[in-house]
């Protein structure tokens, strides 16, 4: 895959989960305020969303940290992992039965934060002088 397919995959997701962010900010703020009891499923969503956006912001910051560390070669690698790791999250966690795209949320968000895990381990590692090629393409 080349940088544009990364680059469009990224900007198609985010502008989806944004979007539907936009238009259920308004509309649920009001009953969103407390999410250890949401008023409804749409209130329950809305606090879903505000987690995996914030998971998914720290993946980026993780990313990008980590792509800082690396050579030409180590990037090239990192960039293969994390779309396979992206098709991954993707085959697991949504699907699309005809009536329409669903996605778990929650567990968008689970595969996000260890994701987020991994990549802050080869930080330390990279860090620490011993950056692991074979670990970056997981």
Same mark, same amino acid.
Do not use: H
């Given at each position: 895959?080349?940088?544009?397919?990364?680059?469009?995959?990224?900007?198609?997701?985010?502008?989806?989960?944004?979007?539907?962010?936009?238009?259920?900010?308004?509309?649920?703020?009001?009953?969103?305020?407390?999410?250890?009891?949401?008023?409804?499923?749409?209130?329950?969503?809305? #606090?879903?969303?505000?987690?995996?956006?914030?998971?998914?912001?720290?993946?980026?910051?993780?990313?990008?940290?980590?792509?800082?560390?690396?050579?030409?070669?180590?990037?090239?690698?990192?960039?293969?992992?994390?779309?396979?790791?992206?098709?991954?999250?993707?085959?697991? #966690?949504?699907?699309?039965?005809?009536?329409?795209?669903?996605?778990?949320?929650?567990?968008?968000?689970?595969?996000?934060?260890?994701?987020?895990?991994?990549?802050?381990?080869?930080?330390?590692? #990279?860090?620490?002088?011993? #950056?692991?090629?074979?670990?970056?393409?997981?």
């Amino acid at each position: 895959m080349t940088t544009n397919t990364l680059k469009s995959t990224i900007r198609n997701t985010s502008i989806a989960i944004v979007t539907s962010a936009a238009f259920m900010l308004p509309m649920f703020a009001w009953g969103a305020e407390n999410c250890d009891k949401p008023n409804n499923d749409f209130d329950g969503l809305y #606090c879903l969303t505000k987690v995996y956006l914030e998971a998914d912001k720290e993946l980026n910051n993780s990313y990008s940290k980590l792509s800082k560390l690396l050579n030409k070669q180590q990037k090239a690698t990192l960039k293969r992992g994390q779309l396979a790791w992206m098709r991954e999250r993707n085959d697991q #966690c949504s699907y699309n039965d005809g009536d329409g795209f669903f996605v778990n949320m929650s567990c968008a968000t689970n595969k996000t934060a260890n994701r987020v895990n991994f990549l802050n381990e080869r930080v330390r590692e #990279c860090n620490a002088g011993s #950056c692991r090629d074979s670990r970056l393409d997981d």
